[in-house]
């Protein structure tokens, strides 16, 4: 008897009615959403607005308090993360799940190992996993431990183990954060394949150019409520920055004279030659009430500059001159003193102590300032603390743990901390890393703020053009852990070309 095709108006994942709140806070309002067989819906949102949530509840990994998830017809049992992949849903998280000190086929086939008669099936399962990479076009050994693979390819393997699982609908949370240029390029590609191929795929991503580039449709939450839902070729981008930022926010940037951070400005920082264990032959020039932006690929030594400047790795050869003295610290706290302040890249890991409060984790570098006959007065701490945080409109509970702020928030509470200190240079790494549009555009807005307005010297570090592109006035490109501070002319200072001058220098 021939199988019975399944009606087209049940294929599909549908998420209905979804509600889900903790300790009494609502985070999804009754949630409705649907992804047809080979379309590929993006995701957007401000931190907090639902998306990790939602993402949760369809994989079972959140039992929501109502609503439910339908798999081609079928209901999926809520809160159980077997079911859901049984049902053929697949997700790939922000932060990589692979196992580093196992081999790519051990991950492949982790918790689903081949076996015939009692014995693992190991030229089995090594040789389909060599058709896993092959059809991926991963260049990759079987055997390699994962945790010698570059991120980028890790990525991309993650994926390509999610859709081994024989699913026919993928999550992907956040999935090109640690990639940039030709590997985001490259990745969504990938996507866009998966889709032809008639997979369903959800896509959460901060970065309209490159959900544009792949999606279908748009949806947008705020305040876990479905704002926007509808078609790329009818949702204008201006439409969704509007819905999550609540105001207009444009990408055109500032003009820098009018604002104060003129071209013949004071020199503040003047690199000649540094060396370091990590750099090569580094040469710039930055100015005072300018923000100078650093572009380029990865392993360019961008993050490696401003660990030099901050007293974070030792300066082997060449010279640094800031403000008309020379700077060559040996520590963080000795670059602090010369009035140069680093703001890291990697909030989670060095830029917060998760289980503190925001205050504390504000004032934590000069709590000197709050002391009194020698004792530290909470009362002053929370007043400065508070002054700050209000003038960067950190929302969310001040007094409990920082770590349960979004990382937006916790974001802010971390250049907070830096303008405490009183910078005269301000070295940003990535500022807006994983945040939303809403508070991407506060940042930049607060960025050309301590430049144009209050004259100091930003160097700005980020992997995304537009963002270069946006906020600052002057723009180097950085390739091979040198650089001879030629500044980009303005005739290519467009995403596409910083893109193209990177992959020629490389």
Not at 123 to 130: D, G, Q
Not at 207 to 228: P, S
Not at 265 to 283: C, N, P, Q, W, Y
């Amino acid at each position: 008897m021939a199988a019975t095709e399944m009606p087209q108006a049940q294929r599909g994942l549908v998420v209905d009615g979804i509600v889900k709140a903790y300790a009494g806070t609502v985070v999804l309002r009754g949630i409705s959403v649907a992804v047809a067989p080979g379309e590929v819906v993006g995701l957007v949102g401000h931190n907090g607005a639902g998306k990790s949530t939602l993402m949760k509840s369809i994989s079972g990994a959140v039992r929501p308090d109502e609503g439910s998830v339908r798999v081609d017809g079928v209901e999926v049992p809520r809160g159980e993360p077997k079911a859901a992949i049984a049902a053929g849903v697949s997700t790939v998280y922000q932060e990589l799940s692979l196992l580093p000190n196992l081999t790519v086929t051990q991950n492949v086939f982790l918790g689903r190992e081949e076996r015939r008669a009692g014995v693992l099936g190991r030229a089995a399962m090594r040789a389909s996993a060599r058709a896993l990479i092959d059809e991926f076009h991963l260049d990759v050994d079987p055997d390699a431990l994962v945790g010698s693979i570059p991120v980028a390819t890790r990525q991309l393997l993650e994926v390509a183990i999610a859709t081994h699982r024989d699913a026919r609908y993928l999550l992907l949370d956040e999935p090109t954060t640690a990639l940039e240029g030709r590997q985001v390029d490259r990745f969504l590609e990938t996507v866009r394949g998966l889709a032809d191929r008639g997979l369903g795929i959800v896509l959460v991503d901060h970065k309209l150019e490159e959900l544009y580039a792949v999606c279908d449709r748009i949806v947008a939450l705020v305040d876990g409520e479905v704002r926007i839902d509808g078609s790329v070729d009818t949702v204008h981008r201006a439409d969704v920055v509007h819905a999550i930022a609540g105001d207009d926010v444009t990408h055109e940037p500032t003009d820098a004279t009018a604002s104060g951070g003129r071209e013949d400005a004071e020199i503040t920082v003047d690199v000649r030659g540094l060396a370091t264990a990590r750099l090569e032959d580094v040469t710039l020039q930055a100015r005072a009430g300018r923000v100078l932006g650093i572009y380029g690929l990865v392993g360019a030594g961008r993050t490696e500059l401003l660990h030099a400047l901050a007293g974070m790795d030792r300066i082997l050869g060449g010279e640094v001159v800031v403000h008309g003295r020379r700077h060559a610290p040996r520590s963080p706290r000795a670059a602090i003193r010369g009035g140069v302040v680093y703001v890291t890249e990697e909030r989670k890991h060095d830029g917060i102590v998760p289980q503190l409060d925001s205050i504390v984790n504000l004032m934590l570098p000069v709590l000197h300032q709050t002391r009194r006959a020698g004792l530290l007065s909470r009362r002053r701490m929370r007043a400065r603390a508070m002054e700050l945080m209000d003038a960067l409109r950190v929302r969310g509970d001040r007094d409990a743990p920082i770590e349960r702020l979004s990382g937006g928030n916790q974001q802010k509470v971390v250049i907070a901390r830096a303008l405490a200190l009183e910078p005269r240079v301000l070295l940003l790494d990535e500022p807006t890393k994983g945040v939303d549009l809403g508070v991407k555009a506060e940042i930049h807005r607060l960025v050309r703020s301590l430049a144009h307005e209050r004259g100091i010297t930003v160097i700005l570090v980020s992997s995304e053009e537009d963002e270069v592109v946006d906020v600052a006035d002057d723009v180097i490109v950085m390739s091979g852990r040198r650089t001879d501070g030629t500044l980009v002319p303005d005739a290519d200072r467009t995403p596409q070309a910083l893109r193209r001058i990177a992959w020629d220098a490389a």
